[in-house]
């Protein structure tokens, strides 16, 4: 019971403020893993991964044969609609950030940015990642979960 009893016994009121696309970009960049999400089969898929953001640009390597390498080259150099989503909530106290962005997912092709990549993101996993892949944020949206109670808004009476 020690992580969700820790969980449940979690103390005060809590509420979400909004963040400034800025703030949201600056805050998922400061992790290192996240979630994509894209469409198989019609359908959607959700997989985690470890990312680097580049320029306000959220980059992802993966292997040959990925569901999300074959998506991006579905509609070529215009890419593909994902979402991408980032966290980082304490589970004992309810409190943190989480930020999702939604934007096109295209492949690296060039041979210089694919070497840079490789270089300033190291996968976790043992496959072998040859691609890579550039999401472009179109919409940055994202909520801080902080202590209190929500702040009342003045009454007109």
């Known amino acids: 019971m020690g992580r969700l009893q820790g969980a449940a016994t979690a103390v005060g009121p809590r509420h979400t403020v909004s963040l400034d696309p800025d703030e949201a970009l600056r805050l998922l960049?400061?992790?290192?893993?996240?979630?994509?999400?894209?469409?198989?089969?019609?359908?959607?898929?959700?997989?985690?991964?470890?990312?680097?953001?580049?320029?306000?640009?959220?980059?992802?390597?993966?292997?040959?044969?990925?569901?999300?390498?074959?998506t991006a080259q579905q509609d070529g150099d215009h890419g593909v609609v994902v979402a991408y989503e980032a966290d980082d909530i304490d589970p004992a106290t309810h409190l943190g950030w989480s930020v999702v962005v939604t934007g096109y997912c295209r492949l690296v092709t060039d041979p210089e940015q694919v070497a840079r990549y490789q270089e300033m993101l190291h996968?976790?996993?043992?496959?072998?990642?040859?691609?890579?892949?550039?999401i472009r944020p179109d919409l940055i949206t994202g909520v801080r979960l902080v202590n209190g109670t929500r702040p009342q808004a003045p009454s007109n009476g």
Request: glycine share 8%.
């Open 29 to 70: 960049g400061s992790v290192p893993l996240g979630r994509v999400v894209f469409t198989q089969k019609a359908l959607p898929a959700v997989r985690p991964v470890n990312h680097v953001l580049d320029d306000g640009d959220i980059v992802i390597r993966t292997h040959d044969g990925a569901a999300l390498v074959s």
């Open 123 to 134: 996968p976790w996993s043992d496959h072998r990642m040859d691609h890579v892949v550039r």
